[in-house]
């Protein structure tokens, strides 16, 4: 396994680093090379340059064996690419979407809101001319998605989490007995999320769960939050602010 990596961090000046310096490393417990790419750190310049440069890594490995490609995540750029080696190669892409296209830092102007309107809609194009996709809920495999596209959702609970989870509850070991409240954090588009919430509302979980970010289903989680103290709703946030909450 080889992967090609970016690193998860917004662009200058929110975050102080102009440039992104490349490195080799090894993925923890797997028997993986991975490659974080170097580039430009800056608005505009940053996306086109990850492009190329995931392309150069590609067509680099083109004598090497190939059996497939798989992408984590709708970053447009690595779509881009994967599309193109797919091409290329001739091999199978795949591509895991565990969250659609949204601002991290939140929308700072309309022409950001603009231009992530555009990338968006090409994003579930080059989505099409995969192999398919694993989508983390039902609803953005069958919402979102270009109509005919292939996909497999992701979400429920595997067998091995089911049977800790039922041994647990058989003990009642999951029953919390610290001095503090446990914390659950969510980061993203809120979009496709409503069935956690309202089976979180229903339970009797002594926990508080914090949604950040924004999209459609803003209105519906504010109202859970308003009748149900445990359940927290807030804008996206950066730096020492998002410290604060993890």
């Not at 989508?135 to 497999?152: A, F």
């Not at 803003?218 to 149900?228: G, H, I, K, Q």
């Amino acid at each position: 396994i080889e992967a090609v990596t970016t690193p998860p961090i917004a662009a200058f000046p929110r975050k102080r680093r102009w440039w992104i310096r490349g490195t080799d490393y090894r993925l923890p417990g797997l028997q993986a090379r991975a490659r974080q790419i170097s580039g430009p750190n800056l608005p505009l310049v940053r996306l086109p340059v990850r492009l190329v440069q995931i392309l150069l890594y590609g067509m680099s490995k083109l004598r090497a064996p190939c059996e497939g490609i798989l992408v984590y995540s709708v970053h447009s750029p690595m779509v881009a690419a994967s599309v193109f080696l797919k091409w290329l190669r001739s091999v199978p892409v795949f591509v895991v979407i565990p969250d659609r296209p949204t601002f991290m830092g939140g929308p700072s102007n309309a022409l950001k809101r603009f231009l992530k309107r555009i990338d968006e809609g090409h994003v579930r194009r080059m989505l099409a001319s995969t192999d398919g996709t694993f989508p983390v809920t039902e609803g953005t495999g069958r919402d979102w998605l270009v109509r005919g596209s292939r996909y497999w959702p992701m979400e429920g609970v595997c067998d091995e989490a089911a049977e800790v989870l039922s041994q647990a509850r058989a003990k009642e070991a999951y029953i919390f007995r610290g001095a503090q409240r446990p914390r659950l954090l969510y980061t993203g588009m809120l979009s496709y999320v409503l069935p956690f919430p309202r089976a979180f509302h229903r339970s009797r979980i002594d926990a508080r769960v914090t949604f950040m970010g924004g999209g459609e289903d803003l209105a519906e989680l504010t109202a859970l939050s308003a009748r149900d103290e445990r359940i927290q709703v807030k804008p996206f946030v950066t730096g020492a602010e998002f410290t604060r909450e993890v």
